[in-house]
């Protein structure tokens, strides 16, 4: 299901149901899966799968997380694709349900907020992480900004509480809020907006801002 917003709402038919932890690919006609134990190796394999023409979505399944999460975060890696469009020699996005660790310094993990409901039917926010390169991360947000993804990791639960809060429309009438609510006129809340947009979410985040 898509908002008017653009938004893709996951639900727990779309998550699946996968078999191991490891890493898995998705193509248009098949699902491979790699079992492997080790983050770092994972990362990696997954991160080759990705360059295979045929393979649409990868995703990690760490060892001790629920593989549903995980189904999670390989449905959310299709509609990347699909968003994205995957230009000639470009490799399939990667996700993962928790924070990957990164085996190569010009990599880094960028923390997708997603809507998605549970087996019971409840709508949440959940966390979707996304491996890329330092380069694609600056084509993907169309700008060359300095980012501090640190920040960004260590802002999420306040992230997901603005989420929900300008979801349920209990934000108070302050000026940054205006201007959020303005942009989320034609686009969600997304974590690509957030990093367009990162003086905004600076004041949006701070005390005085949202409780004035």
Sequence with gaps: MITAQGERLFTAQDAGLLLSPGVVTCGARRRVWHEEHDPLAAVRLALTS?????????????????????????????????????????????????????????????????????????????????VMTVERLRSWLDRDLPIDLQQVEARIPQLIALRRAAREGTLPDTPGVRVLRELLRTRYLSIRLVLQHQDLFDSLLSPKETHP
């Design 50 to 130: 990705a360059q295979r023409s045929w393979v649409e979505a990868v995703a990690i399944a760490p060892t001790g997380i629920a593989l549903a999460q995980t189904g999670l975060a390989l449905a959310f890696s299709r509609h990347l694709s699909q968003i994205r469009g995957r230009r000639s020699g470009e490799a399939a996005c990667v996700t993962s349900p928790v924070p990957p660790p990164l085996p190569k310094s010009r990599l880094c993990r960028i923390p997708h907020l997603v809507t998605a409901a549970g087996p019971d039917g409840v709508w949440g926010d959940a966390v979707v992480w996304e």
